[in-house]
């Protein structure tokens, strides 16, 4: 059984920074890509940053510059840390697993979920 659990979430300010947090358990980690994804009421889930099981690392054009994803393969943890928020960042954060390791930027591309954290940017 995977389980993924975001935390870090919150309210903050525009301009503010914020680090999301997803612990993995079951039989999942260190061979595994790792993404980020987001969702706005009424918008579809999109991709955010993901993090391939040799540590290379992707973003959406809209974050590059301002959120960094990580992993912690001994803590079984993928960090997202977002800087320089905007009101446009507001959104359900969602940690999504592979069960491969290379890159995916779609949301049918992963097998596991998280249930979500709500990131809000107030301007």
């Known amino acids: 059984q995977v389980q993924l659990v975001e935390s870090g979430g919150g309210l903050v300010q525009a301009g503010g920074s914020l680090r999301l947090s997803c612990a993995a358990s079951?039989?999942?980690?260190?061979?595994?890509?790792m993404g980020w994804f987001r969702q706005a009421p009424g918008n579809q889930r999109n991709w955010v940053a993901a993090?391939?099981?040799?540590?290379?690392?992707f973003y959406r054009d809209s974050v590059k510059g301002r959120f960094a994803i990580s992993r912690d393969n001994a803590k079984n943890t993928v960090y997202l840390q977002m800087n320089s928020l905007k009101p446009e960042d507001t959104a359900v954060y969602l940690c999504?697993?592979?069960?491969?390791?290379?890159?995916?930027?779609?949301?049918?591309?992963?097998?596991?979920w998280g249930q979500g954290i709500q990131v809000t940017v107030s301007s």
């Open positions: 079951g039989s999942i980690f260190s061979n595994n890509a």
């Open positions: 993090v391939t099981d040799g540590g290379s690392t």
């Open positions: 999504a697993a592979r069960k491969s390791g290379g890159l995916a930027i779609k949301p049918y591309q992963y097998d596991y």
